[in-house]
């Protein structure tokens, strides 16, 4: 470990100054990444303008899911939220999650993308994000 810090900061970069440093990064965009390619283009075109304005950029991609309704896990969990249908006359007790759209969409994962800048470049960075906004 202690070799890996050494070698950080030997190098001299930027990005590792700032973890080395624990110096944090300013969040200047968090955006849902999309299924549609212009959301995704202009995403992109977000990055490359900061990039142009001469801001050091770092991107990071995670998933996130809204919510875990008590009652959709399993049975281990706790108490499970079911849901009483009749076929052919008889009862039959399924889990909601499986007939509920709303509960299926917040369980469902969000590809998440987060813009990152040096801190020393957010200044330039809030300058080009309102040169955007105003487009």
Known sequence: MHARLHLAREKGGVWSRRI???EPAKLVLRERVGLDQPENFLAQQVVDALKHAGCRVFTRHSKQIFTKLAGAGSATDGVRLMCER?????????PVAAHSDLLAAFN?????RHTYVLRQDAAKAAGVMEGLHAI
Request: proline share 12%.
């Open 108 to 112: 469902r994962p969000i590809d998440l």
């Open 86 to 94: 009749r076929v052919l006359g008889r009862p039959v007790i399924e």
């Open 20 to 22: 080395l440093d624990r």
